[in-house]
């Protein structure tokens, strides 16, 4: 396929864009990388998101939504100020527009689906920083245009949880790209625009993967996504102490990674990026000339550096035959079945004869019911408040240390991977 001259994406989240403060910071950034035509998408400002996500449970529960509602936009506003010392303009004009757009959309709804609520509130977020920002960029002499992501990436309704479709998507974009040449673009991450014009969402967190939408449709050279910590670490640093940065995985490696829990990028991006084979650094907005990760088809360095990842709050649950009958492929397969109607993600897993031991994360109310559900034909039992640990190109030392003091209540092992369930 031809590419698209040279482009480049960049992604920046909520906490690069929490404050006029970090907008500023964003604005130096796209400066000095000021050669290249960009994408720059971006999150809601800060913690805008579960603000808006308040709101939808408050309206949805009766409680007081306008609150919330109403801070959401007074905090844009001053931003807004901060930035441009007036709310007179296009920005301050478009804010005004979705605060009349949200209140009259709850006052008027009557009992939909709570899902396709969410997403016309949450979806909100996006579009106030975007308009904010790229105001604001252009008011510094910087070549951008706003552009509409429910316009260009286009999903089903499965509301919270949109599926990209993909070649309606890349038409649009291209289309879009090569129409509103030579400027660079602003767009939202995480939404997209749904069946009958409703507006969708791809999933918490899900800016990254728009990101990896547009350079998939855009043949980009390559994607950064910016963040608050250098790079991709090799542990949670909330979590452990001396941990160190990953200077360059692949693409494999990075889909193991976030497979097992690691959340530094949203797990759907890589694929786009793979497929093409467009690498993605994963850099600090407050060091931006660093280095970072670089996530690319070079597997060679993947088992230098030993990574962890850490869930608490798991829960074994050992399924077990009434009259010790085996427990064969037909009993697993109905079993699984059920894992799934009960919508709980098999973390790990292990077969006995007369046993099947599966651990998950600590869902209450779903277990509950697959519990009631598996124990017509089953016997359940269950241990719950135990840790899973998983070490990528783990050493046997490492495994020990980490161990002291443990109880294993089960332990898997492959070439690369070890994980460990264990009670503290
Ligand atoms: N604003 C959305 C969220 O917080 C999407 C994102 O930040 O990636 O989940
Ligand atoms: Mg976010």
């Known amino acids: 396929m031809m590419?698209?001259?040279?482009?480049?994406?960049?992604?920046?989240?909520?906490a690069s864009v929490q404050d006029a403060e970090a907008v500023r910071n964003l604005a130096t950034i796209l400066h000095n990388n000021g050669d290249t035509r960009k994408v720059v998408v971006v999150s809601a400002m800060n913690k805008t998101t579960n603000k808006l996500e308040s709101v939808v449970n408050a309206f949805v529960s009766n409680g007081d939504w306008k609150t919330p509602l109403n801070e959401v936009f007074d905090f844009h506003k001053k931003v807004l100020i901060d930035l441009l010392q007036s709310d007179t303009n296009d920005a301050g004009q478009s804010l005004e527009k979705v605060k009349h757009y949200a209140f009259t959309f709850l006052e008027q709804d009557e009992g939909s689906d709570v899902n396709f609520i969410y997403d016309q509130i949450v979806a909100l977020g996006e579009i106030l920083s975007t308009k904010i920002i790229s105001s604001f960029l252009s008011n510094a002499g910087i070549d951008v245009i706003w552009?509409?992501?429910?316009?260009?990436?286009?999903?089903?309704?499965?509301?919270?949880?949109?599926?990209?479709?993909?070649?309606?998507?890349?038409?649009k974009i291209q289309e879009y790209w090569q129409g509103n040449a030579p400027h660079s673009i602003v767009t939202q991450g995480f939404i997209g625009g749904g069946e009958h014009q409703r507006m969708t969402t791809l999933g918490r967190e899900g800016s990254d993967f728009s990101a990896a939408i547009f350079a998939y449709a855009l043949d980009a050279k390559s994607v950064t996504i910016w963040k608050d910590v250098p790079g991709m670490l090799n542990a949670d640093p909330k979590l452990f102490t001396n941990t160190s940065l990953l200077p360059n995985i692949s693409y494999r490696e990075?889909?193991?990674?976030?497979?097992?829990?690691?959340?530094?990028?949203?797990?759907?991006?890589?694929?786009?990026?793979?497929?093409?084979?467009?690498?993605?650094h994963v850099k600090s907005f407050l060091e931006p000339t660093e280095p970072g990760t670089i996530i690319n088809d070079n597997t060679s360095e993947d088992s230098k550096i030993p990574s962890y990842i850490f869930k608490t709050n798991q829960v074994l649950l050992s399924i077990s035959s009434r009259d010790f009958s085996f427990i064969v492929e037909e009993h697993m397969s109905e079993i699984f079945a059920c894992f799934a109607r009960h919508k709980l993600k098999i973390q790990t897993m292990q077969n006995s004869a007369i046993s099947l031991s599966v651990s998950v994360s600590d869902q209450r109310s779903q277990i509950e019911a697959l519990i009631e559900e598996l124990q017509k034909d089953y016997q359940v039992l269950?241990?719950?408040?135990?840790?899973?640990?998983?070490?990528?190109?783990?050493?046997?030392?490492?495994?020990?240390e980490l161990v002291q003091g443990k109880e294993v209540m089960l332990q898997q092992k492959t070439r690369h991977t070890m994980r460990l369930l264990m009670r503290a």
Do not use: C
């Not at 590419?3 to 909520?14: A, E, L, Q, R, T």
């Not at 797990?267 to 993605?280: D, G, H, Q, W």
């Open 3 to 14: 590419g698209m001259d040279d482009m480049i994406v960049f992604k920046f989240g909520g």
């Open 147 to 171: 552009a509409d992501a429910r316009k260009l990436i286009q999903t089903d309704n499965t509301y919270r949880d949109a599926r990209v479709d993909w070649k309606h998507t890349t038409e």
């Open 254 to 280: 990075a889909i193991e990674l976030s497979y097992y829990g690691a959340s530094v990028i949203h797990p759907k991006t890589i694929k786009p990026l793979e497929n093409k084979n467009i690498p993605l």
């Open 382 to 400: 269950y241990n719950d408040g135990l840790e899973l640990l998983t070490i990528r190109h783990y050493n046997e030392k490492i495994v020990e």
